[in-house]
């Protein structure tokens, strides 16, 4: 498990503390952005559907015991001990959770580790780092069992473009990607000039914008309990960044 080289400590142009190197690291990756106003009073929704067993452990299912855990320092191994001992925690804590459409602030608390891309004749810029962010195990459970919801639902909301491929069951890129062969031989037969554009959104999730996403649930008729959930998934959170010489403190994102 030891690192085959020793990491690099970032010489950023322009800062050059360590407090000021983490805050220009993750203000890079995952700078704040405008959220929604707190709620002032959690009502429980009336039509929020029951969570039941099955979600969860589908959620466990995806989980792998190999992630690393976040600052509660829980890794998925000891919350599958704590489920398997006694199923009415995880159940009642994220029914809670669920019926409330809320996602606890605690929950939005998280580590990120700072690799350095290989090969770079030098590290003075934040473009020459990874950052990968560590939630918490409960957040995580959480985001797999709305996952699961939120996919059932898209479909009937119109959510995605018909030419989506991916990101959903039922969705993959085998099809697409037949199709696309088939497009481009049929030209080159006919010795003509075809051109393919390929638009990729990865990048877009940490650019959302809490209030135009709140709005497109709503304008589709979301359940509110999944509307208020998600809202207050985004809300200003904090992320540790962990690299040589990191000061450890938390930097809002």
């Given amino acids: 498990m030891a690192p085959t080289k020793t990491p690099c400590f970032p010489s950023l142009r322009g800062p050059s503390d360590s407090v000021s190197i983490n805050k220009a690291l993750i203000d890079h990756f995952l700078s704040p952005k405008d959220h929604l106003p707190s709620r002032d009073l959690l009502t429980r929704h009336p039509s929020v559907y029951a ?3 099955e979600p969860i452990a589908h959620a466990w299912s995806k989980s792998s015991p190999s992630f690393a855990p976040s600052s509660d320092a829980i890794p998925y191994l000891g919350m599958k001990k704590i489920n398997y001992l006694n199923t009415k925690i995880l159940l009642e804590l994220l029914s809670a959770l669920v019926s ?4 606890h602030p605690t ?5 990120g580790g700072v690799f350095d891309k290989p090969g770079k004749a030098s590290y003075d810029s934040s473009s020459f780092f990874n950052v990968l962010v560590l939630l918490k195990t409960v957040s995580k459970i959480v985001e797999q069992v709305m996952t699961v919801r ?5 479909p009937t909301k119109s959510l995605f473009d018909p030419n989506q491929c991916g990101s959903l069951p039922g969705l993959d890129t085998f099809a697409p990607s037949l199709s696309l062969t088939h497009e481009v031989r049929t030209l080159q037969g006919l010795k003509l000039w075809g051109s393919t554009v390929l638009l990729g959104i990865e990048a877009g999730f940490d650019n959302v914008d809490a209030r135009a996403l709140r709005s497109s649930l709503l304008a589709k008729s979301f ?9 207050s998934f985004l809300p200003e959170g904090t992320c540790t960044g962990s690299f040589q010489g990191s000061p450890n403190l938390p930097a809002p994102v």
């Fill in 150 to 154: 939120l996919s059932v639902l898209a």
């Fill in 51 to 53: 969570l039941t067993h």
């Fill in 107 to 111: 929950f939005t608390k998280a580590n």
């Fill in 100 to 103: 409330f459409g809320y996602h």
């Fill in 223 to 231: 359940p509110s309990f999944i509307v208020d959930l998600v809202s």
